[in-house]
């Protein structure tokens, strides 16, 4: 599947409670931060605690943090909270370009996370419990990666990153929204993607996440606070603000926002853009591949819900692979739509298999990694090899490497430790191994049922471990 037909992901809390700056850049002293902010009758705490070294999180940790949530989903929400990965496929999650100087933030920004303490006094939504909980963590609170030299990961390390179990519990527990990542990648600075993340989930009712308003007001300096805008302006907090404000009406996330009253009483409202509600990334995406624009999709998700759109989406899909054959196909989609009363689904044909509730769709990848049941079957694996093998060939080297390693480190994850993954890559690098010999033999390996005898070859063939006599 393409990156873009992927579903991607918020986890709500990191997303409402704003744990990294806003600001692109923060004072050399910025190392704390700690605010008390109201959500109707509640009132909560964030209290934040970083390294002098490296200050509290801003910047690109917006990109990084979202990047390491959907990583984590990607590979089946595994129980111990664990990202195996190589720094190249965490920057391009993130969206960021991939080139040498990035990797040096990468480092920087993944240093940030694992040595920064969060403390969060009734603001943290158990949401299967329907409470609101005390919790303390770091955003990171494992980091163990290869490196070559000063200990600083590069472009050819393996990165095992752990969640913290409050983040990996709530996003196996489904508490988590629809995040449009390649959205935010279009925006671009720092400062406007963070907001936009802020902004999407401050826009939901927490106690129920499907509830969507369209707009949203809040003090001045409530929100600079909320934004860990470094100041006790208004005319700085605002000044600081219009920048990202402008981008997001200029990309139609936000119809408008005025300013009310004066000074530090000053408040904002925001009225959001009515196309972007938004619906679910992936059904855009379907409804684009049946001939349905994009601005007429988000037209029809207004006027009938993204349910009724996916429902009618399932229908229509039952109705064609059972021989019907529109003169056109989005004439027909909407026709469906709108008077479901005038079409039956031919005899014995059964609707597509509804994908389950983003809880449940997490809960069973979780599961699933906990069996030992991630690796794809001999049909599926049958399958992408004819559909990306050519692909793969056509490729540079180097980009063979990086295709290669992202399908064995999540394959071998849980087999091969750090080092050994380092020193696969290595032997990829340099030219010892062929990268498609090797991605093909592991495949075999797997969908044949013996992956324990190929784990034990693999350490053989790479002198992990000495060769059986």
């Known amino acids: 599947m393409s990156e873009k037909g992927i579903k991607r992901f918020d986890e709500l809390n990191i997303a409402r409670l704003s744990l990294i700056s806003v600001q692109e850049r923060i004072p050399p002293d910025y190392r704390d931060w700690s605010v008390e902010l109201e959500d109707g009758d509640r009132r909560y705490k964030v209290t934040c605690q970083a390294m002098p070294e490296y200050g509290v999180p801003h910047g690109i940790d917006t990109d990084i943090s979202a990047a390491l949530v959907n990583l984590y989903i990607d590979q089946g929400a595994p129980a111990d909270g664990s990202v195996t990965c190589t720094p190249y496929q965490l920057l391009q999650m993130a969206g960021l370009d991939t080139s040498g100087r990035y990797y040096a933030a990468l480092d920087e920004s993944l240093r940030r996370l694992l040595t920064t303490n969060y403390f969060i006094a009734e603001g943290w939504r158990d949401h299967p419990r329907k409470r609101w909980t005390n919790v303390n963590f770091r955003y990171i609170d494992r980091l163990e990666f290869s490196s070559g030299e000063a200990e600083r990961l590069d472009a050819s390390s393996i990165l095992k990153i752990t969640l913290p179990q409050e983040i990996a519990r709530s996003v196996r527990s489904g508490y988590i929204k629809p995040l449009d990542l390649s959205f935010m990648q279009t925006l671009r600075r720092p400062p406007t ?24 007001q809040v003090g001045l300096m409530e929100w600079a606070e909320a934004c860990k805008i470094v100041t006790d302006r208004p005319s700085m907090a605002q000044r600081t603000l219009d920048a990202a404000h402008e981008e997001l009406i200029e990309k139609g996330f936000l119809k408008s926002v005025e300013y009310l009253g004066r000074g530090k009483k000053k408040l904002l409202h925001y009225t959001f853009g009515e196309a972007f509600i938004p619906p679910d990334p992936l059904l855009v995406q379907n409804l684009a591949a049946i001939g349905i ?20 989406l399932l229908r229509y899909q039952g109705i064609v692979s059972g021989g019907y054959k529109p003169r056109s196909r989005p ?18 044909v059964l609707l597509p298999l509804e994908g389950p509730q983003k809880g449940q769709q997490v809960r069973k990848q979780g599961e699933r990694a906990e069996r030992g049941l991630e690796a794809p079957s001999r049909a599926s694996q049958e399958e992408e090899t004819s559909d990306t093998d050519a692909a793969l060939h056509a490729l540079p080297r180097d ?15 849980n087999d091969l430790k750090v080092p050994e993954l380092d020193t696969l890559r290595l032997a990829l690098d340099e030219g010892l191994e062929d990268p498609l010999d090797v991605k093909a033999w592991v495949l075999r390996g797997i969908s044949g049922g013996q992956k324990a005898a190929m784990i034990r070859d693999l350490r053989a063939r790479l002198s992990l471990t000495p060769a059986p006599q």
């Open 399 to 413: 980009a063979q490497v990086e295709e290669v390693m992202r399908t064995l480190t999540f394959l071998l994850r």
């Open 293 to 312: 624009t994009h601005t007429r999709a988000l037209q029809l998700v207004r006027e009938h819900s993204e349910a009724v759109v996916e429902d009618t």
């Open 193 to 216: 993607r963070a907001l936009y993340r802020l902004l999407d989930s401050q826009r939901r009712d927490p106690e129920n996440p499907e509830r969507v308003a369209m707009t949203y």
């Open 331 to 348: 004439a027909f989609f909407v026709d469906l739509l709108k008077n479901p009363e005038k079409y039956q689904l031919p005899e014995g």
